[in-house]
Nanobody
Framework: QVQLVESGGGLVQAGGSLRLSCAAS????????VGWFRQAPGKEREFVTA????????YYADSVKGRFTISRGNARNTVYLQMNSLKPEDTAVYYC??????????????????????WGQGTQVTVSS
């Protein structure tokens, strides 16, 4: 398993921006599709976005399309989530997740939590109205 550590969460006003980071311990991190999920209080964990192992393709949930951007760092052991135009309904704990199998596409994680091989500990994002 790959160890994942998220950072960058916090409190922001509606319309503001935050950037989350997901750092991995394993050098093989670059071989895996990586995504972000989120879980609001009383709700199930839901898919937000993912990037394929090569960094060439991305996939977004409709609720964040056009506002969030996922990317891989140059060193390829970090994945970022740039969140713009934040809304109160974006408030949740955000989790970084790595695909359970290598060389997956960006859509592989969109099928749900069953595709996840490694989870981060989560970072809280709170958007005030």
């Amino acid at each position: 398993q790959v160890q994942l550590v998220e950072s960058g969460g916090g409190l922001v006003q509606a319309g503001g921006s935050l950037r989350l980071s997901c750092a991995a311990s394993a050098r093989t991190f670059s071989d895996y599709a990586v995504g972000w999920f989120r879980q609001a209080p009383g709700k199930e964990r839901e898919f937000v976005t993912a990037i394929d192992w090569s960094g060439a393709t991305t996939y977004y949930a409709d609720s964040v399309k056009g506002r969030f951007t996922i990317s891989r760092g140059n060193a390829r052991n970090t994945v970022y989530l740039q969140m713009n135009s934040l809304k109160p309904e974006d408030t949740a704990v955000y989790y970084c997740a790595a695909d359970r199998s290598p060389y997956g596409g960006a859509t592989s994680l969109s099928s749900g939590t069953g595709r996840v091989g490694s989870w981060g500990q989560g970072t809280q994002v709170t958007v005030s109205s």
